[in-house]
């Protein structure tokens, strides 16, 4: 199998939202990975293999340092982003547990975060359209393949929130002037919609946002008085405070 230039330098393309945007495809990169994108609901463009096209040729197209055996162009999913938020109503009247990003501009801490919600069985994760985008290559690297089973949807995050609260819904954050979570009674989704909204790592959850929390929360730190570390990791707080609504019947 060969592969033309022109063909190398669409793919390459990919690694920039740009493209991605224009194309609507992005990259998956490893064995397991690529395996997942087939098995998936996703569409399938093409699968380069190191073994078919040799060593220089898949190197000139990866995102990684050290290229792996396999790559895949992929079709991103229609319903990524939502400008009409009424067409959430139907998924938010069920109830569940949702997150909501507000400006999560790590990849790193995307991909995690993704991963969290996979394991814990998040309904559906929105996000703002400011935080990074979830097709860039170390996003989808880092999310381990839940990229293919976690929802994640860009829209108007304090739109949503009105949403939630019109169908009898709760808006949790978490705030360091919050309520200890541990003595609070928590909402599981079982009949109304619960968001959980996650903040930007440098500045928290914004001003707009914060005043459509209904519920502020806040994480302990262990002994109460330790004057520790001033907070935690974003993609932490999420994995604490999902499980800590999860823990609850």
């Known amino acids: 199998m060969t592969i033309s230039n022109n063909e190398i330098k669409r793919i390459k393309a990919l690694q920039q939202k740009k493209f991605r945007d224009e194309s609507g495809l992005f990259i998956v990169e490893g064995d397991k990975m690529v395996e997942e994108a087939i098995q998936s609901g996703f569409s399938v463009d093409a ?7 040799g060593e220089t040729a898949m190197s000139r197209i990866t995102s990684l340092a050290t290229p792996s055996p396999v790559l895949a162009v992929v079709r991103k999913p229609a319903d990524h982003k939502i400008d009409e938020i009424e067409r959430l109503k139907p998924l938010l009247s ?3 547990l949702f997150l909501a990003l507000d400006t999560i501009r790590d990849p790193g801490n995307l991909g995690t975060i993704l991963r969290i919600a996979d394991w814990f069985g998040i309904d559906a994760v929105f996000a703002t359209k400011d935080t990074v985008d979830v ?10 393949g839940a990229i293919f089973r976690v929802k994640l949807h860009y829209l108007d995050l304090p739109s949503l929130s009105k949403l939630v609260i019109d169908l009898g819904g709760k808006i949790y954050g978490t705030f360091l002037d919050g309520q200890n979570m541990y003595e609070k009674h928590l909402d599981n989704g079982s009949e109304s919609p619960v ?3 996650i903040g930007n790592e440098a500045n928290g959850i914004s001003e707009q946002m914060e005043q459509l929390v209904s519920d502020r929360l806040y994480i302990p730190p262990y002994p109460a008085d330790s004057p520790g570390s001033e907070s935690l990791n974003a993609a932490i707080a999420t994995a604490v405070t999902i499980a800590e609504f999860r823990r609850r019947k």
Do not use: A, D, L, W
């Open 47 to 53: 699968v380069y293999r190191k073994e078919e096209i």
């Open 94 to 96: 069920k109830g569940g």
């Open 135 to 144: 097709f860039n290559p170390k996003v989808v690297q880092s999310t381990m």
């Open 195 to 197: 968001v959980i909204v």
